[in-house]
């Protein structure tokens, strides 16, 4: 391209990009194009090709940061400043009806009456995107909902959401990634012809699309972002603009430049929902995206408040599904998977069905009560459909096909992959085997626990590298990670000798970890973080939660029948035993006074706002150090809340209800209270 021989002035830069912004809209917004994409590209390519030759220009909200970057090594994982929970799922109309009068109910209003505000659910990928002043500069997945993967450069390319806003808003703004149909068919018959897999579907294409490493990659795949939700830009404070309730929400971010959904609506009561619900599936499948059902929000913002959520679902809200969709098959075998953690899992093979707008040839079965629930056989006839038009199942065997010659199920006694014997749980239904660490199934898995956050908090060890040192077959169980080398690391793909210093460093700065998560990086079964707390402070050291009888266990709060023989049978494993015992040796877990009470001792104390000098994970561990448990909201039973800065609705609460309040001064006195 000819550029001009005198520089650009900024004047002729902000033009060249309000120009190719006005086109974004009038596209997206307005469905009214005026130029074609061969004329918008050209445009963009103008801006590249000024950017690049006068990089003082360059800005991260420009519109040539649509084409994507350069690739990423890896996805950073960032906590969400706001969990992204998923929404309680109704299947039929009478469930649908009892959550609108449970609603109405409690908020003592008629449920004919109740406003809902109505929109597609979509099916793609979550994503909470963060702007600051105006300005884009973080997107996240939902991933585990605390947590999800940085994926910016992969959601710059989406060309319709906005990099700038017309406003300096600072926010979080959440949505919807999606492919429309016709993209998706043309991407699945460019693979074909390079000889790739096709997607097999809409869902999983757009979801595969964002999580490219590569930027670019993600900018041809003509990905659509639906905005559904906004919130502050931190706990306590107020939305940064005027809105009463949700369809309000909407308005404004379609106002900000998002796309919303056009079909939303606002309607009243279980007779509304269900009409608009009814009219939905009539024209589903003319919709250009895939939806799996509709989303009823209660309207008003503070009847939201009002009902609030539950521990995982808000209880203003729900998500209502569309009827699974079914076919028939034929069971042509059942055989055991071993999961990650152990556990086997009946599989049903069966003649391949397209069904929900997928090709299934295995299905889950749970465990072994399921399958002679179900009475599925080898050689029967089965009903087969997509929970949620996500999850495979085996509704029923239709008996009256049955062959003659049908085999019922039998599990196996020995793992199939290790060949260890098989244990079934004393009060439950599933069976795991007992190799632990032996099995090839569960190594990964297993040494990866180890390494974690929350267990020995390795920095560097993440599954990707420790399945990297398994397959270099420099590791085999969590006693070798202390035996690597700079030279062994360093021989590693993406490792040099830098990186690979660090990561020995790392390790070896993870000896002397505090009992409770040594007990939690053993990966015990039923030992979850709470309770590896609660073994340490009842057992003090590891010599004697190691001579631990099943009687010892079950005296501790929380500990039933199954996770006290797992224990046992752990300890008393030749393998597993020596292990945890050669660890410890090795790494000398911290001592604590066995059944000590601290000052703080059964009290309750809540954690709001951030502190001076005390990271939250530092605030958790001195608090649990002094006897208290540590819960995430207030109640009349929380004994004392500890505030920092940017306290928000937990210190308004405790002050509403009269609770002590402690600075981090009073608090760290506190707990060093004789």
Known sequence: ??????????????????????HQRLYHQKDAPEISDAQYDALI??????????????????????????????FREVAHAFPMLSLKDVMDAEEARAAVDAAAGELGVDPAELEYCMELKFD??????????????????????AAGEEVTAQVRTIRNVPLRLPEPLSLHV????????????????????????????????????????????????RLKFFAYGAA?????????????????????????????????????????????????????SAIEFDIDGAVAKVDDLQLQQKLGWNSRTPRFAMAYKFPPQEALSVVRSLVCQVGRTGKLTPVAKIDPVFVGGVTVSSVTLHNEDQVHLKDVRIGDTVVVRRAGDVIPEIVRSVAELRPAAAEKFIMSPHCPVCAAPV?????????????????????????????????MNIEGLAEQTVAALIEAGLVRRPLDFYHLTVQQIASLDRFGQQSATNLIDAIEGSKKP??????????????????????????????????????????????????????????????????????????????????????????????TGTFPTLSREQATALAEAAGAKVAGSVSRRTFAVVAGAEAGSKLAKAEELGILVWDEAAFIAACAAP
């Open 1 to 22: 391209m000819n550029l001009p021989a005198e520089s650009p002035s900024l004047l002729q830069i902000t033009s060249l990009r309000a120009d190719i912004e006005r």
């Open 124 to 145: 793609g990928l979550a994503i909470s995107l963060r702007y600051m002043d105006g300005v884009l500069v973080e997107a996240l997945t939902r991933g585990d909902g």
């Open 514 to 607: 505090s009992l409770a998560r040594f007990i939690y990086a053993l990966g015990i079964g039923g030992v979850g973080e709470a309770t590896a707390k609660d073994l340490a402070r009842a057992f003090g050291s590891w010599s004697e939660f190691a001579s631990a009888t099943q009687p010892q266990l079950l005296s501790i709060r929380d500990i039933g029948p199954t996770t006290a023989a797992n224990i046992v049978r752990f300890l008393a494993d030749d393998a597993e035993g020596d292990e945890a015992s050669a660890l410890a040796e090795l790494l000398q877990p911290q001592v604590l006074a066995a059944g000590g009470a601290g000052a703080l001792q059964g009290k309750t104390i809540v954690l």
């Open 423 to 455: 244990v079934k749980e004393e009060d439950g239904a599933d069976y795991r085997c007992s190799g632990g660490l032996s099995c090839d199934a569960q190594r990964l898995f297993r040494m990866t626990h180890f390494t974690s956050r929350l267990a």
């Open 232 to 284: 502050p830009r931190s706990e306590g404070e107020s939305l940064p603009f005027e809105a009463s309730r949700q369809s309000e929400v909407l308005a404004y971010l379609n106002r900000l430049g998002f796309t919303v959904d056009a079909m939303a609506a606002v309607v009243k009561g279980f007779a509304g929902i269900q009409q608009w619900f009814d009219h939905v599936g009539t024209i589903r």
């Open 45 to 74: 390519r103008k801006l590249i090709a000024i950017e690049a030759q006068y990089p003082q220009f360059a800005t991260p909200d420009s519109p040539s940061m649509r084409i994507g970057g350069k690739p990423l090594k890896a």
């Open 174 to 221: 959440r949505g919807e990634v999606v492919m429309e149909r016709g993209v998706f068919e043309s991407l699945n018959e460019q693979r074909k012809a390079t000889g790739k897999k096709p997607f097999v579907n809409m869902r999983n294409a757009a979801a595969g699309s964002v999580r490219q490493l590569d930027p670019k990659e993600t900018a041809v795949r």
